[in-house]
């Protein structure tokens, strides 16, 4: 027996086996157990399929019953650890299959089709048939920058959140553009100062351009003032963030045992200028970025803006850190840890945040921001 016939149940439909009911979980149900089983396939890497088969295509002619039918028949074709339902009510049944590490999509795919088929073949007829529409959604997605943005499918529950909180995101929103021309406005001294002393210490622009992943992992470009030298070499840094992530970092940077300081960027980096390390350790390097959120790439709170290379090494519920909140200047990591933190605790702060997150919160850490930047705790 192939793999595949392993993973699904048997070929004759169990839908009119005797004393079994098969029915398919109404949408209020099917959509909180898509999200849990995403959650936990995050933190155990077991992979899992979410088919949708759309039903809405006029040349259907379904009625409530037929659908409920149909739904019910999708409902036996399934092993007792898979699930399905309405991910939408009337227009779209899900059919999610766990654990099906090792399967080769193509084959999983068809093997899907045919067993769906064979299931409805009492329900629909030939034209019938050739309108239903199937989507295959994986997760987890091929790792690395190429799975994001997210596919939406797999996120449901992230819409909603939006949706439910218009008015709250609105005035975050309102915050961000007043904030962001004030320190603009307040700061401009700062912009000619930094400016002068970056063009008369090392050759090269003012300012420093670098694509950034945003929310749903969507790139923008990034503005900074330069605290490098001109055409440094990132892959020092690339070869250093993969090591931070997995949580390898040279012995330089692993956290003292003894309640000393925790530092997980590069001590000493050559690549830094005399006034780019000043620049830094003041956090002034980064009051370009009250652009970015002017221009709504970026949020006054939230998670920082990954590079693309980062985004690559993160395990897959790392990934939620920028999918669920848009990137911001300042967040929880930097008001409570900065870079003494590990980064898998860094992940957890902006879930935290994420969680949390309101007005008054986004209020408290900025108020918390100054305190960080002058202490400079964890800059380097």
Request: hydrophobic share 45%; aromatic share 10%.
């Amino acid at each position: 027996m192939s793999t595949m016939e392993q993973m699904l149940p048997p070929s004759d439909s169990q839908f009119s086996a005797p004393g079994r009911t098969a029915v398919a979980l109404p949408e209020s149900a099917f959509v909180p157990m898509l999200c849990l089983e995403r959650k936990r396939a995050e933190r155990s890497g077991r992979s899992f399929l979410l088919t949708l088969i759309a039903l809405a295509d006029e040349g259907l002619y379904l009625a409530p019953g037929d659908c409920d039918q149909l739904g019910a028949a999708l409902a036996a074709i399934k092993r007792e650890t898979d699930f399905c339902g309405w991910y939408e009510t009337g227009r779209l049944l899900g059919l999610v299959y766990t654990d099906i590490d090792g399967a080769d999509p193509a084959a999983l795919r068809t093997a899907v089709r045919e067993r769906v088929k064979a299931a409805w073949g009492g329900c629909l007829n030939a034209a019938q048939w050739a309108k239903v529409e199937f989507a295959f959604h994986w997760f987890p997605e091929t790792p690395g920058a190429e799975a994001l943005p997210p596919e939406p499918a797999l996120y449901p529950d992230l819409e909603p959140r939006r949706a439910g909180r218009r008015l709250a995101r609105a005035m975050k929103r309102g915050m961000d553009i007043a904030g962001s021309l004030a320190a603009l406005a307040l700061l401009s001294p700062v912009f000619a100062l930094a400016a002068l002393a970056i063009k008369f210490t090392s050759p090269g622009p003012v300012f420093y351009r670098q694509r950034r992943l945003g929310r749903f992992g969507v790139p923008f470009t990034l503005l900074k003032f330069r605290s490098m030298h001109v055409a440094s070499d990132s892959r020092v840094h690339e070869e250093f963030v993969k090591q931070f992530i997995a949580g390898q970092a040279p012995a330089a940077a692993q956290p003292a045992r003894n309640g000393g300081p925790k530092v997980f960027k590069i001590q000493n980096d050559p690549r830094v200028t005399r006034v780019g390390r000043w620049l830094r350790t003041t956090s002034l390097d980064e009051v370009p970025q009250f652009w970015n959120v002017l221009r709504g790439d970026m949020s006054l709170v939230g998670p920082r803006p990954p590079i693309a290379y980062e985004a690559a090494s993160y395990q897959t519920w790392h990934r939620r850190r920028i999918f669920e909140a848009k990137p911001g200047i300042t967040g929880l990591w930097q008001v409570e840890g900065r870079s003494r933190t590990a980064f898998d605790d860094m992940v957890r702060l902006d879930l935290r945040y994420v969680r949390g997150w309101s007005l008054w919160l986004d209020l408290k850490i900025l108020l918390r921001t100054p305190g960080a930047v002058f202490f400079g705790s964890g800059a380097y």
